[in-house]
Nanobody, 126 residues
């Protein structure tokens, strides 16, 4: 079993930065993919970024490339999402997720991940 707890969301103005954290508990292995997804009101949950627990990857959605950075700190059992140059269309609930098994490639669909956090709200005002 893996448990995930997100933090770091908030209300910011366009152009600002935020760093989200996802603290993981349970057994984790380097080949496990971890990802951030987001869900805006009235929209489906969408992929943002993914990385291997061991640090390999990462991969990003086109909408966040060059602005967001995913990283992890194994000593702290934490995955981060650094978000820069935020825009109003980044407003969403952000979720972290982990696939509790080895995968030969990073995964970008919600159905690929078994464990999810409760989400943290990010609101970007114009």
């Amino acid at each position: 079993q893996v448990q995930l707890v997100e933090s770091g969301g908030g209300l910011v103005q366009a152009g600002a930065s935020l760093r989200l954290s996802c603290a993981a508990s349970g057994r984790m292995f380097s080949g496990y993919p971890m990802a951030w997804f987001r869900q805006a009101p009235g929209k489906e949950r969408e992929f943002v970024a993914a990385i291997y627990w061991g640090g390999g990857g990462p991969t990003y959605a086109d909408s966040v490339k060059g602005r967001f950075t995913i990283s992890r700190d194994n000593a702290k059992n934490t995955v981060y999402l650094q978000m820069n140059s935020l825009r109003p269309d980044d407003t969403a609930v952000y979720y972290c997720a982990v696939k509790g098994a080895y995968s030969p490639r990073l995964l970008v669909t919600t159905t690929s991940y078994e464990y999810w956090g409760q989400g943290t709200q990010v609101t970007v005002s114009s």
